[in-house]
Each structure stands twice: as C-alpha cells, then as structure tokens.
C-alpha cells in the first residue's frame, strides 16, 4: 500500500467546513496518510491547531503569507504591526503539531510593497534561525529578491519553496541553499513544459508533493475546488515523467516530507 503525503493543503479554509471529515476519510482510503496546513494569518492559527489536533497525522506551520499583509497600514504604524506579527509568532510555533514556519513569502504580483513584504519575511527567517525550524515559502516572480533575502541567515534547517514552477537552474539553486521544491498541480499541465522539464531531472531527494488545496486545481479540474486526494494524480504524473513506479514515487517524496518536517511516526 502507497502511503502519500499533502505537504501544502489550507484545509483549515471554510470551504472544507462542510464536508472536511469525509474529505480526508477518502484521502486515507486512496493512500493520502499524511497532510500539512500551513496557516497564512494569525486568525488562521488556531483553526489549523485544532484541526490537527483532532486529526492523525495532520500537521501545522504557522506564518503570516504575503497575501494576508495588512495592506492599508500607514508608515508610522508598520514598526507596532511587526512587533505584534513577531510575538504571536514567537508564540505559537511551538504549539503541539506545529512542525515549520509558513506560509511566508514575497509575492511581487500583489499590491503590497515588496518592503513591507521583505520585513514581514524577515521576522519569520529570524525566527526560524533562532528556533531552529524549517520553513514554507511562497515566491511568485520574486526568486531574485528572496535568495539574496535567504543567504543573510543561517538556515540550517531549510525548508520548502512550495508550488514550485520554473526552471532546473532555479530549482537547484533552491537546493544547493539547503530548500527542497514542492511539486503540485502546476506539472499536470502539459503547458507547463519548463517545470515538466525540471521535475524530471531534479533529484527526487529534493522533492516533496502537494496540491495547495482548495487552490491550484489539477488538469481537468479547472474552476472546482482542489483537494488533497489530487495528491495521487500529481504523484502518477511526476512517476509518468521520471518513469518510474507510483511506489518508488511516494516512498521517496514521504520520506523526504518526514525527514524536512522531522515527523517520526
Ligand atoms: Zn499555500
């Protein structure tokens, strides 16, 4: 029996209220035995909590993701924003299931200032340095700004550069800095001929599966919402690429999940 891993799912997202129980009851019965949240704001937190607290096997990360930055803070308020993003932060990512900081990132398609952005990332670097964690990044058209960003600590730990789409030359650079890729929906279409490229040379070490559910639906599955059983077509996808088995697939991208996100049962 395969046994998968959702290493980026919102499932804390209302969407799921409905129906989330049997969601991940199907999961368990295709395959898909392990699954981390990462909350992108600080009302996000708690419910993600309490959903892996109730859940095997279901695990957490907390950050503040460049989407939820409060947009509309004005320059002389930014400096009490920080330091109320950092103590909550500091407080929390050691919570029972917590097992990485993010979602974080840059994300140079949205209207919040890329300063502001960096600032934000900052604190979750610093306390990922200090605390020793590994983190989840998002990066949209900015890989230029977080690896310089990146290289200013010491990182140890790494993490994932979640979603991932682009070349073979950035992806091993990710890498070489000690962050593994996380591989979704994106290379189910045929479109997406640099990333298809990519995921086929990379080491399968570096690699980790995903579906960024409710979001990034798979080819074919335009406008539904994404859920984390598509974690099984991404997987034959990636095998059909490599061509290799379904098997040797999940065996490697799980355990690549446990040893980033130090889970051992
Ligand atoms: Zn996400």
Same mark, same amino acid.
């Given at each position: 029996m395969i046994v998968l891993f *959702? $290493?980026?799912?919102?499932? +804390?997202? *209302?969407?799921? *209220? /409905? +129906?989330r129980e049997s969601v991940w009851q199907t999961c368990n019965q295709r395959g898909i035995g392990y699954l981390i949240i990462p909350a992108v704001a600080q009302q996000q937190w708690q419910v993600a909590s309490e959903i892996a607290n109730a859940h095997n096997n279901i695990y957490m990360a907390v950050g503040l993701h460049p989407w939820w930055? !409060?947009? $509309? &803070?004005a320059a002389d308020n930014i400096e009490s924003y920080l330091r109320i993003v950092e103590q909550d932060l500091q407080r929390h990512?050691?919570?029972?299931?917590?097992? /990485?900081?993010?979602e974080c990132g840059l994300d =140079? &398609?949205? !209207?919040?200032?890329m300063q502001l952005q960096q600032q934000v990332l900052d604190l979750h670097l610093k306390s990922a340095q200090e605390n020793s964690r590994p983190l989840i990044i998002h990066c949209r058209k900015a890989h230029n700004e977080l690896s310089t960003q990146l290289k200013n600590y010491s990182l140890p730990q790494g993490g994932v550069i979640h979603g991932f789409s682009g070349s073979y030359e950035i992806a091993m650079r990710y890498w070489a800095m000690g962050f593994r890729l996380g591989i979704g929906g994106?290379?189910?279409?045929?479109? =997406?001929n640099k990333t298809r490229e990519a995921v086929k040379k990379l080491? &399968?070490? =570096?690699l980790l599966l995903e579906t960024d559910a409710p979001d990034m639906p798979i080819q074919g599955k335009q406008g539904q919402r994404n859920s984390p059983d598509a974690i099984v077509d991404i997987a034959q996808t990636l095998a059909q690429l490599r061509n290799v088995s379904l098997e040797k697939i999940a065996t490697q991208t799980t355990a690549n999940s446990k040893l980033l996100f130090k889970i051992t049962s």
């Open positions: *959702d $290493s980026h799912c919102h499932f +804390d997202f *209302d969407v799921f *209220d /409905a +129906d930055i !409060e947009k $509309s &803070l990512i050691f919570q029972t299931k917590c097992v /990485a900081i993010g =140079a &398609l949205v !209207e919040t200032p994106t290379i189910t279409y045929e479109r =997406a080491p &399968l070490e =570096a």
